[in-house]
Structures are given as C-alpha cells and as structure tokens.
C-alpha cells in the first residue's frame, strides 16, 4: 500500500524559514513524481512544487520561485521541501503527492496524483 506522510510544518515568522519532508512507504519513491501542494482557507489546492521521478527535474509555480527548494533523498525514500523567505501568504496546508504513473511532473495537476499525504498547516505570521 502506498502511504505517504508530511510533517515539518508550524509557525514561523514572515521571512522566516520551513522544511517540510514528505515520506513515502510501500513504494520507491525515486520512481515516482511527487508534488507540493498548497491549500489556503477558501481558496483551491494549487501546485507548489514537484520532482519528476527518475532524474528528479524540478518545477515550481511562480510565486515560490528562488524561495522554496524541493529535493529528494533516495535513500531516505523521502522527499524535502525548503521554504525561505516565507511570506504571509505562504500560510496554507501543505500536502505531498505521488504517482508512479508519469515520469515528468511538470503540468500535472492535483488529479493526477492517485496519492496524497495527510497534510501540515504552515502559518507564517506578519
């Protein structure tokens, strides 16, 4: 069974710095994409970051560009995401994501990702 588990979340202040860590179990994650998504209080889960599996090419959405760094640990079958600079609209629940189906992350979108970790709340304050 294909788990994943998120944590590395909590409160920072504004320009301050996370790193989330996403660990997968009952697969390699190496031979999965896996993403960052971000859900805010009222608004849609929108993609933050992702490594393709593979070569681990990376994408990030514009807004978090030169901020956050996702990187993978093969051996670790985890996969991180460093967040600097955080702002106050970084502020949202943070989920991983996997699929072994696809090779290259970029485009995908959250329903292309058959599984999702439970989630961890970043709240940076002002």
């Known amino acids: 069974e294909v788990q994943l588990q998120a944590s590395g979340g909590g409160l920072v202040e504004e320009g301050g710095s996370l790193r989330l860590s996403c660990t997968g179990s009952?697969?390699?994650?190496?031979?999965?994409?896996i993403g960052w998504f971000r859900q805010a209080p009222g608004k849609e889960r929108e993609g933050v970051s992702c490594?393709?599996?593979?070569?681990?090419?990376?994408d990030y959405a514009d807004s978090v560009k030169g901020r956050f760094a996702i990187s993978r640990d093969v051996d670790k079958n985890t996969v991180y995401l460093q967040m600097n600079n955080l702002m106050p609209e970084d502020t949202a629940t943070y989920y991983c994501?996997?699929?072994?189906?696809?090779?290259?992350?970029?485009?995908?979108?959250?329903?292309?990702?058959?599984?999702w970790g439970q989630g961890t709340l970043v709240t940076v304050s002002s």
């Open positions: 009952g697969f390699d994650l190496g031979n999965a994409v």
């Open positions: 490594i393709s599996a593979g070569d681990g090419s990376e």
């Open positions: 994501a996997a699929d072994k189906s696809y090779y290259y992350c970029s485009g995908l979108l959250p329903a292309d990702f058959g599984s």
